[in-house]
């Protein structure tokens, strides 16, 4: 059985438009990087989830391989998987097994911005396993997490890739507590983090020798010329990647290489550039386990489980809603300090 529900804004080129007018007027200049994502950088991303030196999807695939059956029982073997950001479910596949084999799986949900994705995802899962049910679910998760349906007999919900890291503290922190309040007794959230290490390896996971990710970086300009009439020249900026330490964060960036005006027909507006103006385009945080324990538990949850790839890159996490006590007891310790 597949249902499918469509939830999306009515005008997403109003939401567009709005985003990136706000963002070009900041300073610094900031373009959100759920922009990256047209079709040829949906093609580049996949690129660069196989290249050398990106490892991040390598490591969580490593993870869900060797260890799905014993996140599964972790969890307490729920009915429901529900993955945010879904996509074709490559990884999730290991998931979906695991609970087959342990006689709980009933019914997936993904969801997913892209209904054409989320429409061929569904019918090669069905056939895949017999007796499954999918309520798949089209629309911007980070908005619309309420739509997420509830079940009987404890959902699994799985945010991978690594996509936490994408978000500042606050918007991190205000998300994962939405999440908590949504979650009913026996729900887990399944979290996929990249973890601190070498400063080298880092940016070279963001900067690879081949140009792959300076070429998806710079694609946003590209979808920006396409869809607002703008006219950025792709050879004026360059890719600039590098890890604040003081952050525990890589800043993904494009430099401006000459002084430069960007016209945006469809927004009546001129933007102005220096040379060597640096607009940033994505944050990519990395986490330790203790660190991760301290975002939980502001965001009212307690982690449950930890599950690292062999080499240490990597880490899925369980996590639930913490009880009313520890909660209160978390937030009176925080107010004694403030």
Same mark, same amino acid.
């Given at each position: 059985?597949?249902? !499918?529900?469509?939830?999306?804004? =009515? $005008?997403?080129?109003?939401?567009?438009?709005?985003?990136?007018?706000?963002?070009?007027?900041?300073?610094?200049?900031?373009?959100?990087?759920?922009?990256?994502?047209?079709?040829?950088?949906?093609?580049?991303?996949?690129?660069?989830?196989?290249?050398?030196?990106?490892?991040?999807?390598?490591?969580?695939?490593?993870?869900?391989?060797?260890?799905?059956?014993? !996140?599964? #029982?972790?969890?307490?073997?729920?009915?429901?998987?529900?993955?945010?950001?879904?996509?074709?479910? #490559?990884?999730?596949?290991?998931?979906?097994? #695991?609970?087959?084999?342990?006689?709980?799986?009933?019914?997936?949900?993904?969801?997913?911005?892209?209904?054409?994705?989320?429409?061929?995802?569904?019918?090669?899962?069905?056939?895949?396993?017999?007796?499954?049910?999918?309520?798949?679910?089209?629309?911007?998760?980070?908005?619309?997490?309420?739509?997420?349906? $509830?079940?009987?007999?404890?959902?699994?919900?799985?945010?991978?890739?690594?996509?936490?890291?994408?978000?500042?503290?606050?918007?991190?922190?205000?998300?994962?507590?939405?999440? +908590?309040?949504?979650?009913?007794?026996?729900?887990?959230?399944?979290?996929?983090?990249?973890?601190?290490?070498?400063?080298?390896?880092?940016?070279? +996971?963001?900067?690879?020798? @081949?140009?792959?990710? #300076?070429?998806?970086?710079?694609?946003?300009?590209?979808?920006?010329?396409?869809?607002?009439? =703008?006219?950025? $020249?792709?050879?004026?900026?360059?890719?600039?990647?590098?890890?604040?330490?003081?952050?525990?964060?890589?800043?993904?960036?494009?430099?401006?290489?000459?002084?430069?005006?960007?016209?945006?027909?469809?927004?009546?507006? @001129?933007?102005?550039?220096?040379?060597?103006?640096?607009?940033?385009? /994505?944050?990519?945080?990395?986490?330790?386990? /203790?660190?991760?324990?301290?975002?939980?538990? /502001? +965001?009212g949850m307690e982690m449950n489980g930890w599950f690292v790839d062999g080499a240490g890159d990597y880490a899925?996490?369980?996590?639930?809603?913490?009880? =009313?006590?520890?909660?209160?007891?978390?937030?009176? +310790?925080?107010?004694?300090?403030?």
């Open positions: 059985m597949i249902a !499918i529900e469509v939830h999306l804004d =009515a $005008d997403t080129a109003a939401t567009m438009a709005r985003d990136v007018r706000t963002g070009l007027t900041m300073q610094p200049k900031e373009l959100a990087p759920k922009y990256f994502y047209d079709e040829r950088g949906s093609q580049l991303f996949e690129q660069i989830t196989e290249l050398p030196e990106y490892y991040p999807t390598r490591a969580e695939r490593s993870i869900l391989t060797a260890r799905a059956t014993e !996140i599964v #029982a972790a969890a307490g073997r729920p009915q429901t998987l529900v993955e945010l950001g879904s996509g074709s479910a #490559a990884k999730t596949r290991h998931l979906l097994s #695991a609970m087959r084999d342990a006689g709980c799986l009933r019914t997936y949900v993904p969801v997913d911005i892209s209904e054409e994705i989320t429409h061929e995802t569904a019918e090669c899962l069905v056939e895949e396993y017999p007796g499954l049910v999918v309520r798949g679910l089209v629309c911007d998760f980070e908005h619309h997490l309420e739509r997420i349906p $509830d079940s009987v007999g404890g959902r699994l919900i799985a945010f991978l890739g690594g996509t936490i890291g994408n978000l500042y503290p606050a918007a991190r922190r205000e998300f994962l507590a939405r999440l +908590a309040t949504l979650m009913a007794p026996g729900d887990q959230l399944l979290l996929g983090t990249d973890l601190v290490k070498q400063t080298e390896r880092l940016e070279a +996971a963001y900067d690879d020798a @081949e140009g792959v990710t #300076a070429e998806f970086n710079k694609n946003v300009l590209q979808v920006l010329n396409r869809e607002l009439d =703008a006219d950025f $020249d792709l050879d004026g900026f360059e890719h600039v990647a590098r890890y604040d330490q003081d952050e525990a964060r890589m800043d993904i960036r494009l430099r401006s290489l000459a002084e430069q005006r960007v016209r945006l027909d469809s927004l009546d507006l @001129e933007v102005e550039f220096v040379a060597g103006e640096e607009m940033r385009t /994505e944050i990519s945080a990395k986490f330790t386990r /203790e660190r991760l324990c301290g975002v939980y538990e /502001e +965001a899925l996490s369980l996590a639930s809603p913490a009880s =009313a006590a520890k909660v209160a007891h978390t937030q009176s +310790a925080r107010a004694s300090t403030s």
